[in-house]
């Protein structure tokens, strides 16, 4: 039977779930052993001489990395040369690849294209190097052979990546499922034990309500330092979601709408335009789904079925369905994509004061 927790979420540790304790165990006993040998030195971890951010969380799924990283840029880029590296998750290629004009979601996975599409048609501030390679360790020299003027290099999901040292470790976890309230895989959801938030030097509790009262910020900040440590900063922030935008140059929105999305979890997504929009239905793939020609059939069925006017999915879909062959096969559609940024609770200066406060520290040392 579930249970509700301290931060309004309900346990997920059914009978079933709980028969997966011995597995559990061995996934713990093996993660654990890992970071021990890092911490002893035995496993080596290396540093490198541009400043490296590391963004990333405990669990699986979604807790906001992307955003997270976006927000990165955005302080930084006027003031440093940035880089953003990912492995490229799902990608069909292999090794390591620095974006161009010639690549797509397909090429660099879903939010390193995100990521280069975005920065690079942005012009304030220095442009911005986005990469992707399985072995973090190797593709940074990669980078700077290639742009020697990168200065801050940030890590897309690598918390658990120990083999690059990172300078700053910026750890995310949900209000909806905090880590200090999941177990290990397969039990839960996370990667590593709890005692892994003992690493990060900041931890930001993302997508909260937007009005989250100081008293529950608190508490929920006293959990998390249980195991980060009573120093570590905590941060809270939520969901900013832009107006939703045409994605082929379509006339405006028009309702009622068909949302489709490949996320690893897209509640928050549905219940914002629900409360905004006419919404008839809402179609959901898996995460990092790959969109075909019958999947537009589907949607078309469906819109011609219940008078739908306008399409909308998510800015991480988007990315997939603007590729050079995608858009010959989705341009036709009155298709928009709803931007998301991410936005701190009465914290944005805080953060960003703290951010830049911690590079002059790292700079100084």
Known sequence: MSQRNNSGTRSLLT???????????????????????????????????????????????????????????RMLRKDYPLAVLSRGYRRKTQGIRIASEADNAETLGDEPYQFYRKFTRETEGHRVVVAVGEERALAIPEILHHHPEVKIILLDDAFQHRAVKPDLQILLTTYQRPFYQDHVLPLGLLRESRKGAQRADVVVVTKCPKHLEENEQKNIAEKVQA???????????????????????????????????????????????????????????????????????????????????????????????????????????????????????????????????????????
């Open 15 to 73: 009978p079933l779930r709980w028969s997966l304790a011995p597995l559990a165990g061995l996934y713990w006993a093996a993660t654990s052993l890992r970071n021990h040998l890092y911490d002893i030195g035995y496993s080596r971890s290396l540093s490198f001489e541009p400043l490296i951010i590391s963004v990333g969380n405990l669990s699986v799924g979604g807790t906001g990395k992307s955003p997270m990283i976006e927000c990165l840029v």
């Open 227 to 365: 195991y980060s440590g009573k120093n570590v900063a905590v941060f809270f922030s939520s969901i900013d979601y832009q107006q939703p935008e045409a994605v082929f140059g379509t006339d405006g929105l028009q309702e009622p709408l068909l949302l489709f999305s490949g996320l690893a979890n897209a509640d928050s997504f549905d219940e914002y335009v629900r409360q905004q929009f006419s919404v008839k239905e809402h179609i959901r793939w898996g995460d990092h789904h790959r969109y075909t020609d019958s999947d537009k059939k589907k949607l078309q069925k469906v819109m011609e079925a219940k008078a739908i006017k306008s399409l909308l999915t998510t800015e991480k879909d988007m990315v997939k369905l603007v590729g050079e062959e995608e858009a010959k096969l989705w341009k036709e559609l009155p298709l928009f994509y709803l931007p998301i940024r991410l936005a701190f609770l009465s914290q944005q200066n805080s953060f960003q004061q703290y951010i830049s406060e911690s590079i002059r520290s790292i700079e100084k040392a």
